[in-house]
C-alpha cells in the first residue's frame, strides 16, 4: 500500500500526464492555463499574487489555509518535489540522462528506515566550495570586511553564504523580526553550520507536523515583507528572499522541534521531455 501523498509543483501544464503516471499530485503554479485536474494555488485564501516573490510557499500558504484540514489529508506521509527536482532512496544516478532512467529512480513509497522518524529533509548543501571568482563577482564586500573568509572554508557558514547570494546583512535584518522562541536559536544556527537543507524540499509524516510549521514561518515571513518590500527587489536572489529565507529557516527548525533524516534529490528538469506551451 502507498504510504505516501506527494505533491509536485509545476508551471506546465503538459506535465500533468507524467505528474499523474507516477502517482503523483499536481500543482500547477503561473501563468499556465491548468485543468481542474491540478491542485491550484488561486482559490480560497490565497497569496497567488506573491508566487514571483514566495516560489512554492504560495501553494503551501493555500494547503494550510484551505486544505490541511480536509479528510483527504488523514494518514501517512506528506511530501513535496518539483518539476526539477524530486527525492530517490539511491545515492547513485542523481543526475539521469533521460526520462526513462529518472522513473527508476523516483520516491513511490517511504522505507521501512525512515518508519522511526517524523520528518525527511534533502541531503545537506556545503556553503563552503566557492571559488575565488565567485567571492569577487559577489561578494567584495564581503571580503573586504572579512578576508578570513578566502582561505578559512569553516568561516563560510550558512549566515555568510546568505550574504553572499541574497544581500548583505539581509538575514540578520530577517532574523530580528522572528518571535522569541526561534530568533536566538537560528541565529546561533546560521553563524555554526556550513551546511542547510535545500531546495525546500521536505517530507512529514502527519499533517500537524506541517501546521505548526506553517504557523511559524508565514507570520515571520510577513513581518519580513515590511522591512524587506517587493518593489526594490532587484536580481533573482533578492526577488526570492523570502523562498531563500524559508529554505535556511525549513533546514533549522525541523531539526530543531523533530527527528530528522535526510535522502536524496534528484535533479533532472522534465521540461526538456514535453513540448513546452508558451505562457
Same mark, same amino acid.
Given at each position: 500500500?502507498?504510504?505516501?501523498?506527494?505533491?509536485?509543483?509545476?508551471?506546465?501544464?503538459?506535465?500533468?500526464?507524467?505528474?499523474?503516471?507516477?502517482?503523483?499530485?499536481?500543482?500547477?503554479?503561473?501563468?499556465?492555463?491548468?485543468?481542474?485536474? =491540478?491542485?491550484?494555488?488561486?482559490?480560497?485564501?490565497?497569496?497567488?499574487?506573491?508566487?514571483?516573490?514566495?516560489?512554492?510557499?504560495?501553494?503551501?500558504? =493555500?494547503? =494550510?489555509?484551505?486544505?490541511?484540514?480536509?479528510?483527504?489529508?488523514?494518514?501517512?506521509?506528506?511530501?513535496?518535489?518539483?518539476?526539477?527536482?524530486? =527525492?530517490?532512496?539511491?545515492?547513485?544516478?542523481?543526475?539521469?540522462?533521460?526520462?526513462?532512467?529518472?522513473?527508476?529512480?523516483?520516491?513511490?513509497?517511504?522505507?521501512?528506515?525512515?518508519?522511526?522518524?517524523?520528518?525527511?529533509?534533502?541531503?545537506?548543501?556545503?556553503?563552503?566550495?566557492?571559488?575565488?571568482?565567485?567571492?569577487?563577482?559577489?561578494?567584495?564586500?564581503?571580503?573586504?570586511?572579512?578576508?578570513?573568509?578566502?582561505?578559512?572554508?569553516?568561516?563560510?557558514?550558512?549566515?555568510?553564504?546568505?550574504?553572499?547570494?541574497?544581500?548583505?546583512?539581509?538575514?540578520?535584518?530577517?532574523?530580528?523580526?522572528?518571535?522569541?522562541?526561534?530568533?536566538?536559536?537560528?541565529?546561533?544556527?546560521?553563524?555554526?553550520?556550513?551546511?542547510?537543507?535545500?531546495?525546500?524540499?521536505?517530507?512529514?509524516?502527519?499533517?500537524?507536523?506541517?501546521?505548526?510549521?506553517?504557523?511559524?514561518?508565514?507570520?515571520?515571513?510577513?513581518?519580513?515583507?515590511?522591512?524587506?518590500?517587493?518593489?526594490?527587489?532587484?536580481?533573482?536572489?533578492?526577488?526570492?528572499?523570502?523562498?531563500?529565507?524559508?529554505?535556511?529557516?525549513?533546514?533549522?527548525?525541523?531539526?530543531?522541534?523533530?527527528?530528522?533524516?535526510?535522502?536524496?534529490?534528484?535533479?533532472?528538469?522534465?521540461?526538456?521531455?514535453?513540448?513546452?506551451?508558451?505562457?
Amino acid at each position: 500500500m502507498n504510504n505516501l501523498r506527494m505533491f509536485c509543483i509545476s508551471m506546465n501544464s503538459n506535465h500533468l500526464n507524467f505528474i499523474k503516471e507516477i502517482n503523483y499530485l499536481p500543482v500547477g503554479l503561473g501563468k499556465d492555463s491548468f485543468s481542474s485536474e =491540478w491542485f491550484r494555488d488561486n482559490t480560497g485564501i490565497n497569496i497567488t499574487e506573491k508566487n514571483n516573490y514566495y516560489g512554492e510557499y504560495t501553494f503551501h500558504y =493555500w494547503l =494550510w489555509k484551505n486544505y490541511i484540514d480536509l479528510d483527504e489529508m488523514k494518514g501517512g506521509w506528506i511530501g513535496f518535489c518539483q518539476y526539477r527536482k524530486f =527525492w530517490s532512496v539511491e545515492k547513485k544516478d542523481l543526475l539521469p540522462n533521460s526520462l526513462k532512467q529518472l522513473k527508476t529512480l523516483l520516491l513511490t513509497k517511504i522505507p521501512e528506515s525512515y518508519q522511526n522518524v517524523d520528518v525527511i529533509l534533502g541531503d545537506e548543501l556545503s556553503t563552503t566550495n566557492f571559488k575565488i571568482m565567485k567571492f569577487l563577482k559577489k561578494g567584495l564586500k564581503l571580503i573586504l570586511n572579512k578576508p578570513s573568509y578566502l582561505f578559512k572554508k569553516n568561516k563560510r557558514n550558512i549566515k555568510f553564504h546568505f550574504d553572499l547570494m541574497h544581500g548583505y546583512n539581509n538575514l540578520d535584518k530577517a532574523i530580528d523580526l522572528l518571535d522569541d522562541e526561534n530568533r536566538k536559536d537560528f541565529k546561533d544556527f546560521v553563524n555554526t553550520k556550513t551546511s542547510f537543507n535545500p531546495q525546500n524540499m521536505f517530507i512529514c509524516n502527519s499533517k500537524e507536523i506541517l501546521k505548526n510549521y506553517y504557523s511559524t514561518i508565514f507570520p515571520w515571513l510577513e513581518r519580513c515583507e515590511v522591512k524587506f518590500g517587493f518593489r526594490n527587489l532587484a536580481g533573482y536572489g533578492k526577488i526570492r528572499i523570502y523562498t531563500f529565507l524559508a529554505e535556511r529557516f525549513m533546514s533549522y527548525w525541523f531539526q530543531k522541534n523533530y527527528k530528522c533524516k535526510t535522502m536524496p534529490i534528484i535533479f533532472y528538469d522534465i521540461k526538456k521531455d514535453f513540448n513546452h506551451k508558451p505562457l
